[in-house]
């Protein structure tokens, strides 16, 4: 009886290995011991989104997934879809996947060799993060710039040299203030303290606490950081002058309770000049500033004035708006602005020619934060992702991508 039950059931099963036998970050699989499969589920998407686009177009888009307190990269294919790829948030101990939280304000650049340029800040260790790898098969191995001993590495914003080096301008959380880091071409990083303010308008007696919404761009290989001052109620620009910080006001008049330059997001225009969208607390208003020949700046570009009713014979009411700008230049040298209408609850969009709004009108987008906007060729489309509100689920956010070509725009 017992060699026909053999017969009828087969051999038992023989495995070559258990989990407790493979080695740290492998476990036992149907082979032997395999490597551990890294999470690749992603959940609410859309908050801190940073957006370049590939030679044809094709949108790149850092994430942060609120759910899993991951960083997620998206790489839009030809047919509009998005492959993901979770590439921080987790770490492997022993034979589990344990959670982290690293991914918010990840900040991208390509570079012409169609090399991703990758920084981000690791919540859980308080640390600065930056990857780089080719496109085509991303495969990040991060590295830690600053932080650790203290926290160091939010408000991420990456830049590229004209020889493809990485530089970023990002916040100490534990000083409460603005730092800057730059890699050499022996990827060795350096890291120093940016000053709140230079020359002899100092104010020694005011406690520093400044580095939010730090924007950094690259102009003639030379950095230059805008950023919140929040002590001041300022926006500032920090650039570098024979190797020294100077800094400089923007704009806000440094009273009490002032509130001008939050929300800060640049773009530089055929001429290397400077263009910084804002919001000002003070007034509810979307304000730009730009380095100009001519014209006013800076200027008042949305102030949330609408009629309910009839123009001129309705009630006049006051939007808030201006949060979450995004700004690119257009092939006039125009600025064109997306940003939230908190009110309305949707998108609107600007385009400012010099010192003067050309154009102003509201999009049929969602509302939501944390805009990235990209132009793509000569004929101006706009191509962006942000963190969409769920209606009647906020904080929750989905991750919309957008189109603006001309007059319209689609999801």
């Known amino acids: 009886m017992a060699a026909l039950l053999v017969l009828l059931t087969g051999c038992p099963e023989t495995r070559t290995c258990s989990d407790d036998t493979c080695p740290s970050g492998q476990v036992c699989g149907a082979g032997g011991c395999e490597p551990l499969a890294p999470p690749s589920a992603t959940g609410d998407l859309g908050r801190f989104t940073s957006v370049t686009l590939t030679a044809e177009g094709r949108r790149v888009i850092a994430t942060y997934d609120a759910t899993h307190t991951n960083l997620v990269l998206a790489i839009e294919r030809s047919d509009g879809a998005l492959d993901k790829r979770i590439v921080d948030g987790f770490t492997v101990q022993d034979r589990k996947v344990v959670d982290r939280d690293a991914g918010k304000w990840p900040s991208l650049a390509l570079d012409e060799l169609n090399t991703l340029h990758l920084t981000w800040y690791d919540a859980s260790s308080g640390q600065l993060r930056y990857a780089s790898s080719p496109l085509e098969s991303p495969r990040f191995v991060a590295e830690t710039v600053d932080g650790g001993a203290v926290d160091r590495g939010a408000y991420t914003s990456l830049a590229l040299s004209s020889d493809r080096l990485p530089s970023v301008a990002y916040r100490d959380r534990t000083e409460r203030t603005l730092r800057y880091a730059a890699r050499d071409a022996a990827g060795a990083w350096t890291t120093e303290l940016v000053p709140a303010c230079t020359g002899d308008g100092c104010d020694s007696e005011v406690a520093a606490d400044y580095g939010e919404y730090a924007r950094l761009v690259v102009i003639n290989d030379k950095p230059r950081i805008v950023f919140f001052d929040r002590a001041n109620g300022t926006l500032k620009l920090a650039e570098q002058v024979a190797g020294e910080w100077a ?165």
């Open 247 to 411: 800094v400089s006001v923007l704009d806000g008049d440094g009273a009490t309770q002032s509130d001008v330059g939050r929300f800060a997001a640049v773009a530089v225009d055929s001429n290397e000049r400077l263009a910084v969208a804002y919001f000002d607390g003070n007034r509810g208003a979307l304000r730009l500033y730009r380095d100009s020949d001519q014209g006013t700046f800076p200027v008042v570009v949305d102030d949330g004035a609408y009629w309910q009713g009839e123009p001129n014979s309705g009630t006049a009411r006051k939007a808030l708006v201006g949060q979450h700008p995004s700004i690119v230049i257009d092939d006039k040298d125009n600025a064109v602005i997306v940003y939230l209408d908190a009110t309305g609850l949707h998108l609107k969009l600007a385009r400012v020619a010099g010192d003067q709004v050309a154009e102003l009108r509201s999009l049929t987008l969602p509302a939501g934060g944390h805009i990235g906007l990209a132009r793509e060729g000569s004929q101006g489309t706009l191509l962006g992702a942000y963190g969409a509100w769920l209606q009647g689920q906020a904080p929750r956010t989905r991750l919309e991508l957008f189109t603006i070509v001309g007059q319209s725009e689609a999801p």
